[in-house]
């Protein structure tokens, strides 16, 4: 499992406009509240040409 903290599009794609952010979270914020508390622990950040991972 990974959780991306950073993640940059290259020069000249948008490809974020083709996402309906607010429905997005409002869909993400729903389903983790459904959620019971859990801790992630996580490794040192991986950092790429275009993202910053962390491993958990």
């Known amino acids: 499992m990974h959780c991306t903290l950073l993640h940059a ?3 000249g794609v948008d490809e ?3 996402v309906d952010v607010d429905k ?3 869909d993400l914020r729903e389903r ?3 959620l019971s508390p859990f ?3 996580f490794d040192q950040p991986l950092i790429g040409r275009m993202t ?3 491993s958990g």
Do not use: H, R
């Open 24 to 26: 997005t979270v409002t």
């Open 16 to 18: 974020a406009d083709d």
């Open 39 to 41: 801790t992630l622990t």
């Open 52 to 54: 910053v991972e962390i």
């Open 9 to 11: 599009l290259e020069a």
């Open 32 to 34: 983790a509240g459904e």
